[in-house]
């Protein structure tokens, strides 16, 4: 059992998968306004400049280090109090979300590979989208158990810090010695903070705002930021409470952050960024070859990577299967993982920043592969819980 406190898990869950349904909305009134007569205005705005940076910049760099800096939290608190503070609770996630980043990004490669200039995207089909995976298993009700949600959940958290890492390690360029030498500054000064036992959020908060600046003018993208003060923010207990989390600085900003993340930023994003024009659009986009490993490396390479990597760890007595799930359930859970929206979309802007034509065709194919894996995910789980029944009422009528 973990030290802490619980970390609202439940009501985390439910916030997510309700923010995964307006993260929906959000995409289809993009795509609905793109298509329409207000494409124009739509786009136009996109690019209007405020202050230093467009309203896309302010939208990409700016919020979306907000959901980093949330993201980051959530991947410290979980290591260190919670779904993966143990190895036993590590094994199948973490295996499992290392599989569904490998062989996505091979499937990719199978059809991008051998051109230069597509390539650079190998990473956009490895990531899982947890709001809208979230968002479709509540549509299932309680056919699904707790036991999976929280499997998807910690695998979510895992496949996050290998974004994360993907995106600072291949997705830099034009490095700054000095701005990288100002924000090293910055991050020993939060360190130290936190070694010294500072609890208020206010200096943390106020030295991440400075973090940012620096480290978008180093070259480093941005978000990368939101990730790094969120591993400085203490997780500590109360003084006289050595059983309560909820008081400590962690605990405290992932709650306030969780609704503004969940409800406003992750869909703005979605808004900003789903908007894919169809005019003009020919079967010759959707069988190119960068469409192709982005739709397949969602829809296939998850679906193997994920599930065959956890089926091998569960059959090597490595760890267990998810209570009352069975191998359908698992099934259905590694498809939905294949709903790369936000994180794909982020990480398709970074590969092809100067190149707006590879990104509608990213686009493309995340729309398409997060699409089908969603709804042949949703399938196969409503039709597990059938069998399920029906095995039981067998069973029933066997032992009776």
Known sequence: MPLGAPSALRSFLKSQA??????????????????????????????TY???????????????????LLVGLEIKREVLDGQLSSWNRR???????LGGMIVPALIFLAFNGHDPSTARGWAIPSATDIAFALGVLSLLGNRIPTSLKVFLTALAIIDDLGAV???????TSNLSILYLA???????AL??????????????LLSGGLLWFLVLQSGVHATIAGVVLALTIPLRRAPGRPDDMKHSPLHKLEHSLHGWVTFLIVPIFGFANAGVSFAGLTPAVLTDHLTLGVALG???????????????????DWADMPADAST???????????????????IGLLAFANNALLQEEVKIGILLGSALAGLLGWSILRVARRETSSTSKVQEADHA
């Open 18 to 47: 309700s923010g995964g349904l307006v993260l929906m909305a959000a995409a289809a009134l993009a795509l609905l306004v793109a298509n329409s007569p207000l494409a124009p205005a739509y786009f136009d705005a996109l690019q």
């Open 50 to 68: 405020l202050g230093p940076l467009s309203l896309s910049h302010w939208i990409n760099d700016g919020l979306m280090a907000v959901f980093f």
């Open 91 to 97: 094994i199948l996630p973490g295996v499992a979300a």
């Open 165 to 171: 890492i993907i995106i600072a390690l291949f997705y």
């Open 182 to 188: 100002l924000a090293g500054v910055i991050l020993a």
């Open 191 to 204: 360190i130290g903070m936190n070694r010294c036992g500072v609890v208020r959020l206010a200096p943390y």
């Open 298 to 316: 969602l829809l296939v390479g998850k679906l193997v990577g994920v599930f065959g990597s956890a089926y091998l760890v569960i059959r090597a």
């Open 328 to 346: 359908v359930q698992l099934l259905g859970v590694s498809l939905l993982c294949g709903i790369g929206f936000t994180m794909s979309l982020f």
